[in-house]
């Protein structure tokens, strides 16, 4: 099974564009990706290696969807602890891994993302890892991103 890799390529300077999407992943990240939906409170990033990617919703309800696992300048990766069925995977060993990059070019930023080791997902990796390829998929996602980034750096 394939890993899936996404490049997009946006005019924003480097450190902003990592900055901003670290900082305001709560806000740009797309309600329908979460389990709070409108009510989403805050994603928050603790962005050191074993740091959580943590959903905070209503009522004080928490969940812990990703666990980073190396953090470089300009490079963040995490596993992607949530299950095929949108259930959070709390067992490391079940997750996908995630790999975020930005670099600068010439002209522009590039952010290349790799969504890896869907077997971990069991029977129903091929499935899940069809489902995120899509143009729901991470497209989506990066596209909120990147809509939402150039309305900061405008």
Known sequence: MGDIRKKIMFDAPLQRSFDIFLSDLGIWWPKE?????????????????????????????????????????????????????????????????????????????????????FSKHGEKGPAYREMMDAPEGWDYILACFVEYLLTKTA
């Open 33 to 117: 990706y979460t389990w709070s939906k409108e009510e989403l409170v805050a994603i928050k990033v603790n962005p050191t290696v074993n740091g959580f990617l943590t959903e905070i919703g209503p009522y004080g309800f928490q969940c812990d969807w990703g666990r980073i696992i190396k953090f470089d300048p300009y490079t963040l990766t995490f596993l992607w602890q949530i299950g095929p069925n949108r259930v959070p995977e709390p067992n490391p060993d079940k997750a996908s891994e995630v790999e975020i990059s930005f670099s600068e070019g010439n002209e522009c930023t590039t952010m290349i993302l790799e969504h890896r080791n």
